[in-house]
Each structure stands twice: as C-alpha cells, then as structure tokens.
C-alpha cells in the first residue's frame, strides 16, 4: 500500500490534470502583467480562476518527507522533516479506519473534500507494537476507499476520447518522477503506482 495521485484527487480534493504547479517566488515585472501562459505563477493563476494540479506537487512532498524520516541516522522523533502531515492523516484515516475516525459527512458540504473530515480528528493513542499489528493485519485494511468502480471491466486508452476523470484515473496509473524542490535542492521523487495497485480496485 502507498500513498498515490489518484488518493489526492479522491480524498484530498486536488486537481490532477491541467497547468503544473510551479513554486517560487515572481519579480515585481511577472507580477504587475496579466500574461496568462503556461509559466504564470500561482498567485496569477487565482485571480485567473485557472486549475492548477497541485497534487503531483503535495505526493511529491510527503514522499520526500517521510523518506527523510524513515531514512534519518538518528531516529524517526530527531529528523526535521517538513510535509503537509495533514493529507497523511486524511490517508491514514481512509485506508486504517480504526487509526482515525472521520467527522460525519452531514457537518460538511457535499463539495467539500474527504480530507475535511479529518480536520482537528485525533488519532488513536496506540503501542507501537499494536500500530505494527494493525499496519500487518488484512482485517484492519480498507483496500479500496478510493477505487475507480466501473459496472464491467473496461479498458482505457489514451485516444483523446476519455473523460477528464477518467484520463486522470490512467494519468495516476502511470510510473513516473515527483519533483521535489526544498530550498536550493531539486529531488525526484519516484512514484509506482503498479507496485500497489490492488488498492484501486
């Protein structure tokens, strides 16, 4: 099991498709123009109204995060790991129902994401010898919270015909690189959804 795109469109609400994410910061000249081209900051694209894809962006984060936690030479509680935690606790909740329980979908908007129901959720106070049993045990897994369900089985070629949600599910479904830029370093972080995909169904 991971953390793929396809969670972050179904759960986190992010857009998958369209004009990348680019993060950095725009002079004055970028700024003060109204071109609307692809190389835009995001600060114009808001008051564009443009979709931006954020969540190639946010996977790529959390995995650079949580490899710098797994991989850090003193310990998981010393690395100073930055990561938007909160989509992992959104995650956590979907797959490990028993780790976090949701708030009521009547509290929330139909068009608010998944995600929002975890909002100020406190997780389970376990061992982490429990947590271990709960990660390894089948019975604690929810495999397909954010399955692509289709009535029949179907194929899905990328002949420019396909729906936007279903170029998407194929786009998530596609092995390819994360990049990852903190501070002054550029990472890629690689990204296989093939490896886990029974969690789509």
Same mark, same amino acid.
């Given at each position: 099991?991971?953390?793929?795109?396809?969670?972050?469109?179904?759960?986190?609400?992010?857009? =998958?498709?369209?004009?990348?994410?680019?993060?950095?910061?725009?002079?004055?000249?970028?700024?003060?123009?109204?071109?609307?081209?692809?190389?835009?900051?995001?600060?114009?694209?808001?008051?564009?109204?443009?979709?931006?894809?954020?969540?190639?962006?946010? !996977?790529?984060?959390?995995?650079?995060?949580?490899?710098? =936690?797994?991989?850090?030479?003193?310990?998981?509680?010393?690395?100073?790991?930055? @990561?938007?935690?909160?989509?992992?606790?959104?995650?956590?909740?979907?797959?490990?129902?028993?780790?976090?329980?949701?708030?009521?979908?009547?509290? +929330?908007?139909?068009?608010?994401?998944?995600?929002?129901?975890?909002?100020? !959720? !406190?997780?389970?106070?376990?061992?982490?010898? +429990?947590?271990?049993? =709960?990660?390894?045990?089948?019975?604690?897994?929810?495999?397909?919270?954010?399955? /692509?369900?289709?009535?029949?089985?179907?194929? @899905?070629?990328?002949?420019?015909?396909?729906?936007?949600?279903? +170029?998407?599910?194929?786009?998530?479904?596609?092995?390819? /690189?994360?990049? !990852?830029?903190?501070?002054?370093?550029?990472?890629?972080?690689?990204?296989?959804?093939?490896? /886990?995909?029974?969690? +789509?169904?």
């Amino acid at each position: 099991m991971s953390i793929s795109l396809y969670d972050w469109k179904v759960i986190g609400g992010l857009p =998958i498709s369209d004009i990348s994410y680019k993060e950095f910061i725009p002079t004055n000249d970028d700024l003060q123009q109204e071109n609307k081209d692809r190389d835009v900051p995001y600060g114009l694209f808001n008051s564009t109204r443009v979709k931006v894809s954020l969540a190639l962006t946010t !996977v790529g984060y959390i995995y650079h995060g949580l490899g710098g =936690i797994a991989t850090y030479p003193e310990g998981f509680g010393y690395s100073n790991a930055c @990561l938007p935690i909160h989509y992992v606790i959104g995650w956590l909740g979907e797959h490990f129902s028993y780790l976090y329980k949701r708030r009521a979908d009547k509290e +929330f908007s139909a068009y608010y994401p998944l995600l929002a129901r975890y909002a100020g !959720v !406190v997780g389970r106070d376990l061992s982490i010898t +429990f947590a271990r049993i =709960i990660f390894r045990s089948n019975e604690s897994v929810n495999y397909h919270p954010t399955a /692509f369900t289709e009535a029949e089985d179907c194929f @899905l070629i990328d002949d420019e015909q396909l729906s936007n949600e279903r +170029f998407e599910f194929l786009f998530c479904m596609r092995s390819t /690189f994360l990049p !990852v830029r903190v501070d002054d370093h550029l990472s890629l972080e690689p990204h296989y959804p093939d490896r /886990f995909a029974r969690q +789509f169904g």
